[in-house]
């Protein structure tokens, strides 16, 4: 008997063909894992760089900025195109276009090629995992959805792991360069595998109704989408200001080096892998309320215990289960963004993206005037109780939406 986890990647909404849909999901969560390794790969390689360039550490982090600025503002761009001119068509453009800024970054002579390559790959990074959740949306039946999209999360959270990891070791035994090339031959072997799954199924068709302000339009009419985008915000808001200042906190309130504190915080996506690999199993005994309740408790205990947490041992399992509590929650918020204007799904999709990177601006910049003001433990706190009321209130509007459907 075929279980859930293993049915989510075979039920597929009006196509028969599920061999064929089974390759081509597992095609692109393998873009979305390259798609997030190769946004974090420069994070552990900043003292390489630095040095092979002969510029100061905070110059050498542009190569992290640049890539999370084209990421953020090219999102909308690729929504309205990946519905007019296909998403798997798009996503295929966008991972080529990520094989030539690695392969761009590999062969840099300058710092300044470099800093180009990594604008390059970040703006093309941006349509790869946004337009995934969108094809997941028009393709994987609702009620098989969220195991899909948990698996997705468990690509882009390994992709975001092992990037780190790369990065620092690659450059560590074969010099900064080390990291790229792998990471170019990814992304072109992704690309041509969405290429060549998607000439066997209809995700070449274009649709030209509509332009992008109109599809914007059309996403912003429907009442339940501004409710997603507004949670969305406000959880980017608390999560990723917290995930930015947890090294901080770890260093000042327990005194490990910011290396280690680095580490320990590695356990926060060791948190979201897990949840990813249990969604399937879960999903037999919780609703979508009942992820939502079970991210905001564990989000709101795993950060309590991490404001007051007196030792390292402490700390660390504390970690951990805020990241499988953000992820259950945010799992939750990725499968209503693949269905809260289905017309238009793809710039749904990409809207979503892009407040969610806009809460986490404005969420960082705040945490920072707090931590100034107070401390970390302050943030923490806060954002504990933010991320409960957060989840407790999106809960019962899932219910309130539900009844009347």
């Known amino acids: 008997m075929v279980n859930k986890a293993d049915a989510a990647l075979g039920d597929f909404k009006g196509n028969a063909e599920h061999g064929l849909h089974r390759r081509l999901v597992l095609t692109l969560y393998v873009c979305c894992f390259a798609s997030l390794a190769s946004m974090r790969v420069c994070d552990a390689m900043l003292p390489a760089l630095s040095e092979s360039f002969s510029v100061t550490t905070e110059a050498a982090s542009k190569s992290i900025s640049v890539f999370a600025l084209a990421y953020g503002v090219i999102q909308l761009f690729f929504g309205p195109a990946g519905d007019k001119f296909g998403k798997?068509?798009?996503?295929?453009?966008?991972?080529?276009?990520?094989?030539?800024?690695?392969?761009?970054?590999?062969?840099?002579?300058?710092?300044d090629q470099l800093i180009a390559a990594r604008f390059l790959s970040g703006a093309a990074a941006a349509g790869i995992v946004p337009l995934t959740m969108a094809w997941i949306g028009d393709n994987v039946a609702y009620e098989r959805?969220?195991?899909?999209?948990?698996?997705?999360?468990?690509?882009?959270?390994?992709?975001?792991?092992?990037?780190?990891?790369?990065?620092?070791?690659?450059?560590?035994?074969?010099?900064?360069?080390?990291?790229?090339?792998?990471?170019?031959?990814?992304?072109?072997?992704?690309?041509?595998?969405?290429i060549l799954e998607a000439r066997h199924s209809q995700a070449f068709a274009l649709q030209k109704d509509g332009n992008f302000f109109d599809r914007v339009k059309l996403v912003l009419a429907e009442p339940w989408a501004r409710v997603v985008l507004l949670?969305?915000?406000?959880?980017?808001?608390?999560?990723?200001?917290?995930l930015a200042f947890m090294p901080t906190h770890l260093h000042a309130a327990m005194g490990l080096s910011m290396s280690s504190a680095a580490l320990t915080v590695a356990l926060y996506g060791l948190g979201g892998l897990t949840y990813s690999r249990c969604a399937g199993l879960l999903l037999a005994?919780?609703?979508?309320?009942?992820?939502?309740?079970?991210?905001?408790?564990?989000?709101?205990?795993?950060?309590?215990?991490?404001?007051?947490?007196?030792?390292?041992?402490?700390?660390?399992?504390?970690?951990?289960?805020?990241?499988?509590?953000?992820?259950?929650?945010?799992?939750?918020?990725?499968?209503?963004?693949?269905?809260?204007?289905?017309?238009?799904?793809?710039?749904?999709?990409?809207?979503?993206?892009?407040?969610?990177?806009?809460?986490?601006?404005?969420?960082i910049l705040i945490a920072a005037m707090v931590v100034e003001q107070w401390s970390t433990r302050s943030w923490l706190a806060f954002a504990a109780l933010g991320l409960l009321a957060l989840a407790l209130t999106f809960s019962r509007l899932i219910t309130h939406r539900r009844a009347q459907a």
């Open 88 to 111: 798997i068509r798009v996503i295929a453009v966008a991972t080529a276009l990520c094989a030539f800024g690695n392969a761009a970054a590999f062969f840099a002579h300058s710092f």
């Open 145 to 194: 959805r969220q195991a899909v999209l948990a698996k997705l999360l468990g690509a882009t959270v390994f992709g975001m792991i092992a990037g780190q990891w790369a990065g620092g070791v690659m450059s560590a035994h074969f010099g900064w360069r080390g990291a790229f090339l792998p990471m170019a031959v990814v992304f072109f072997v992704g690309a041509i595998l969405a």
């Open 231 to 242: 949670v969305t915000f406000l959880e980017g808001g608390f999560a990723y200001s917290v």
């Open 285 to 363: 005994r919780l609703s979508e309320r009942g992820f939502a309740i079970m991210g905001g408790l564990f989000l709101f205990a795993s950060l309590v215990i991490l404001a007051v947490a007196p030792s390292v041992s402490v700390a660390l399992p504390a970690c951990f289960f805020a990241g499988f509590g953000f992820y259950s929650l945010h799992n939750v918020l990725q499968m209503n963004a693949t269905q809260m204007a289905p017309r238009a799904r793809g710039t749904a999709v990409s809207l979503f993206s892009c407040v969610l990177f806009l809460g986490q601006s404005c969420g």
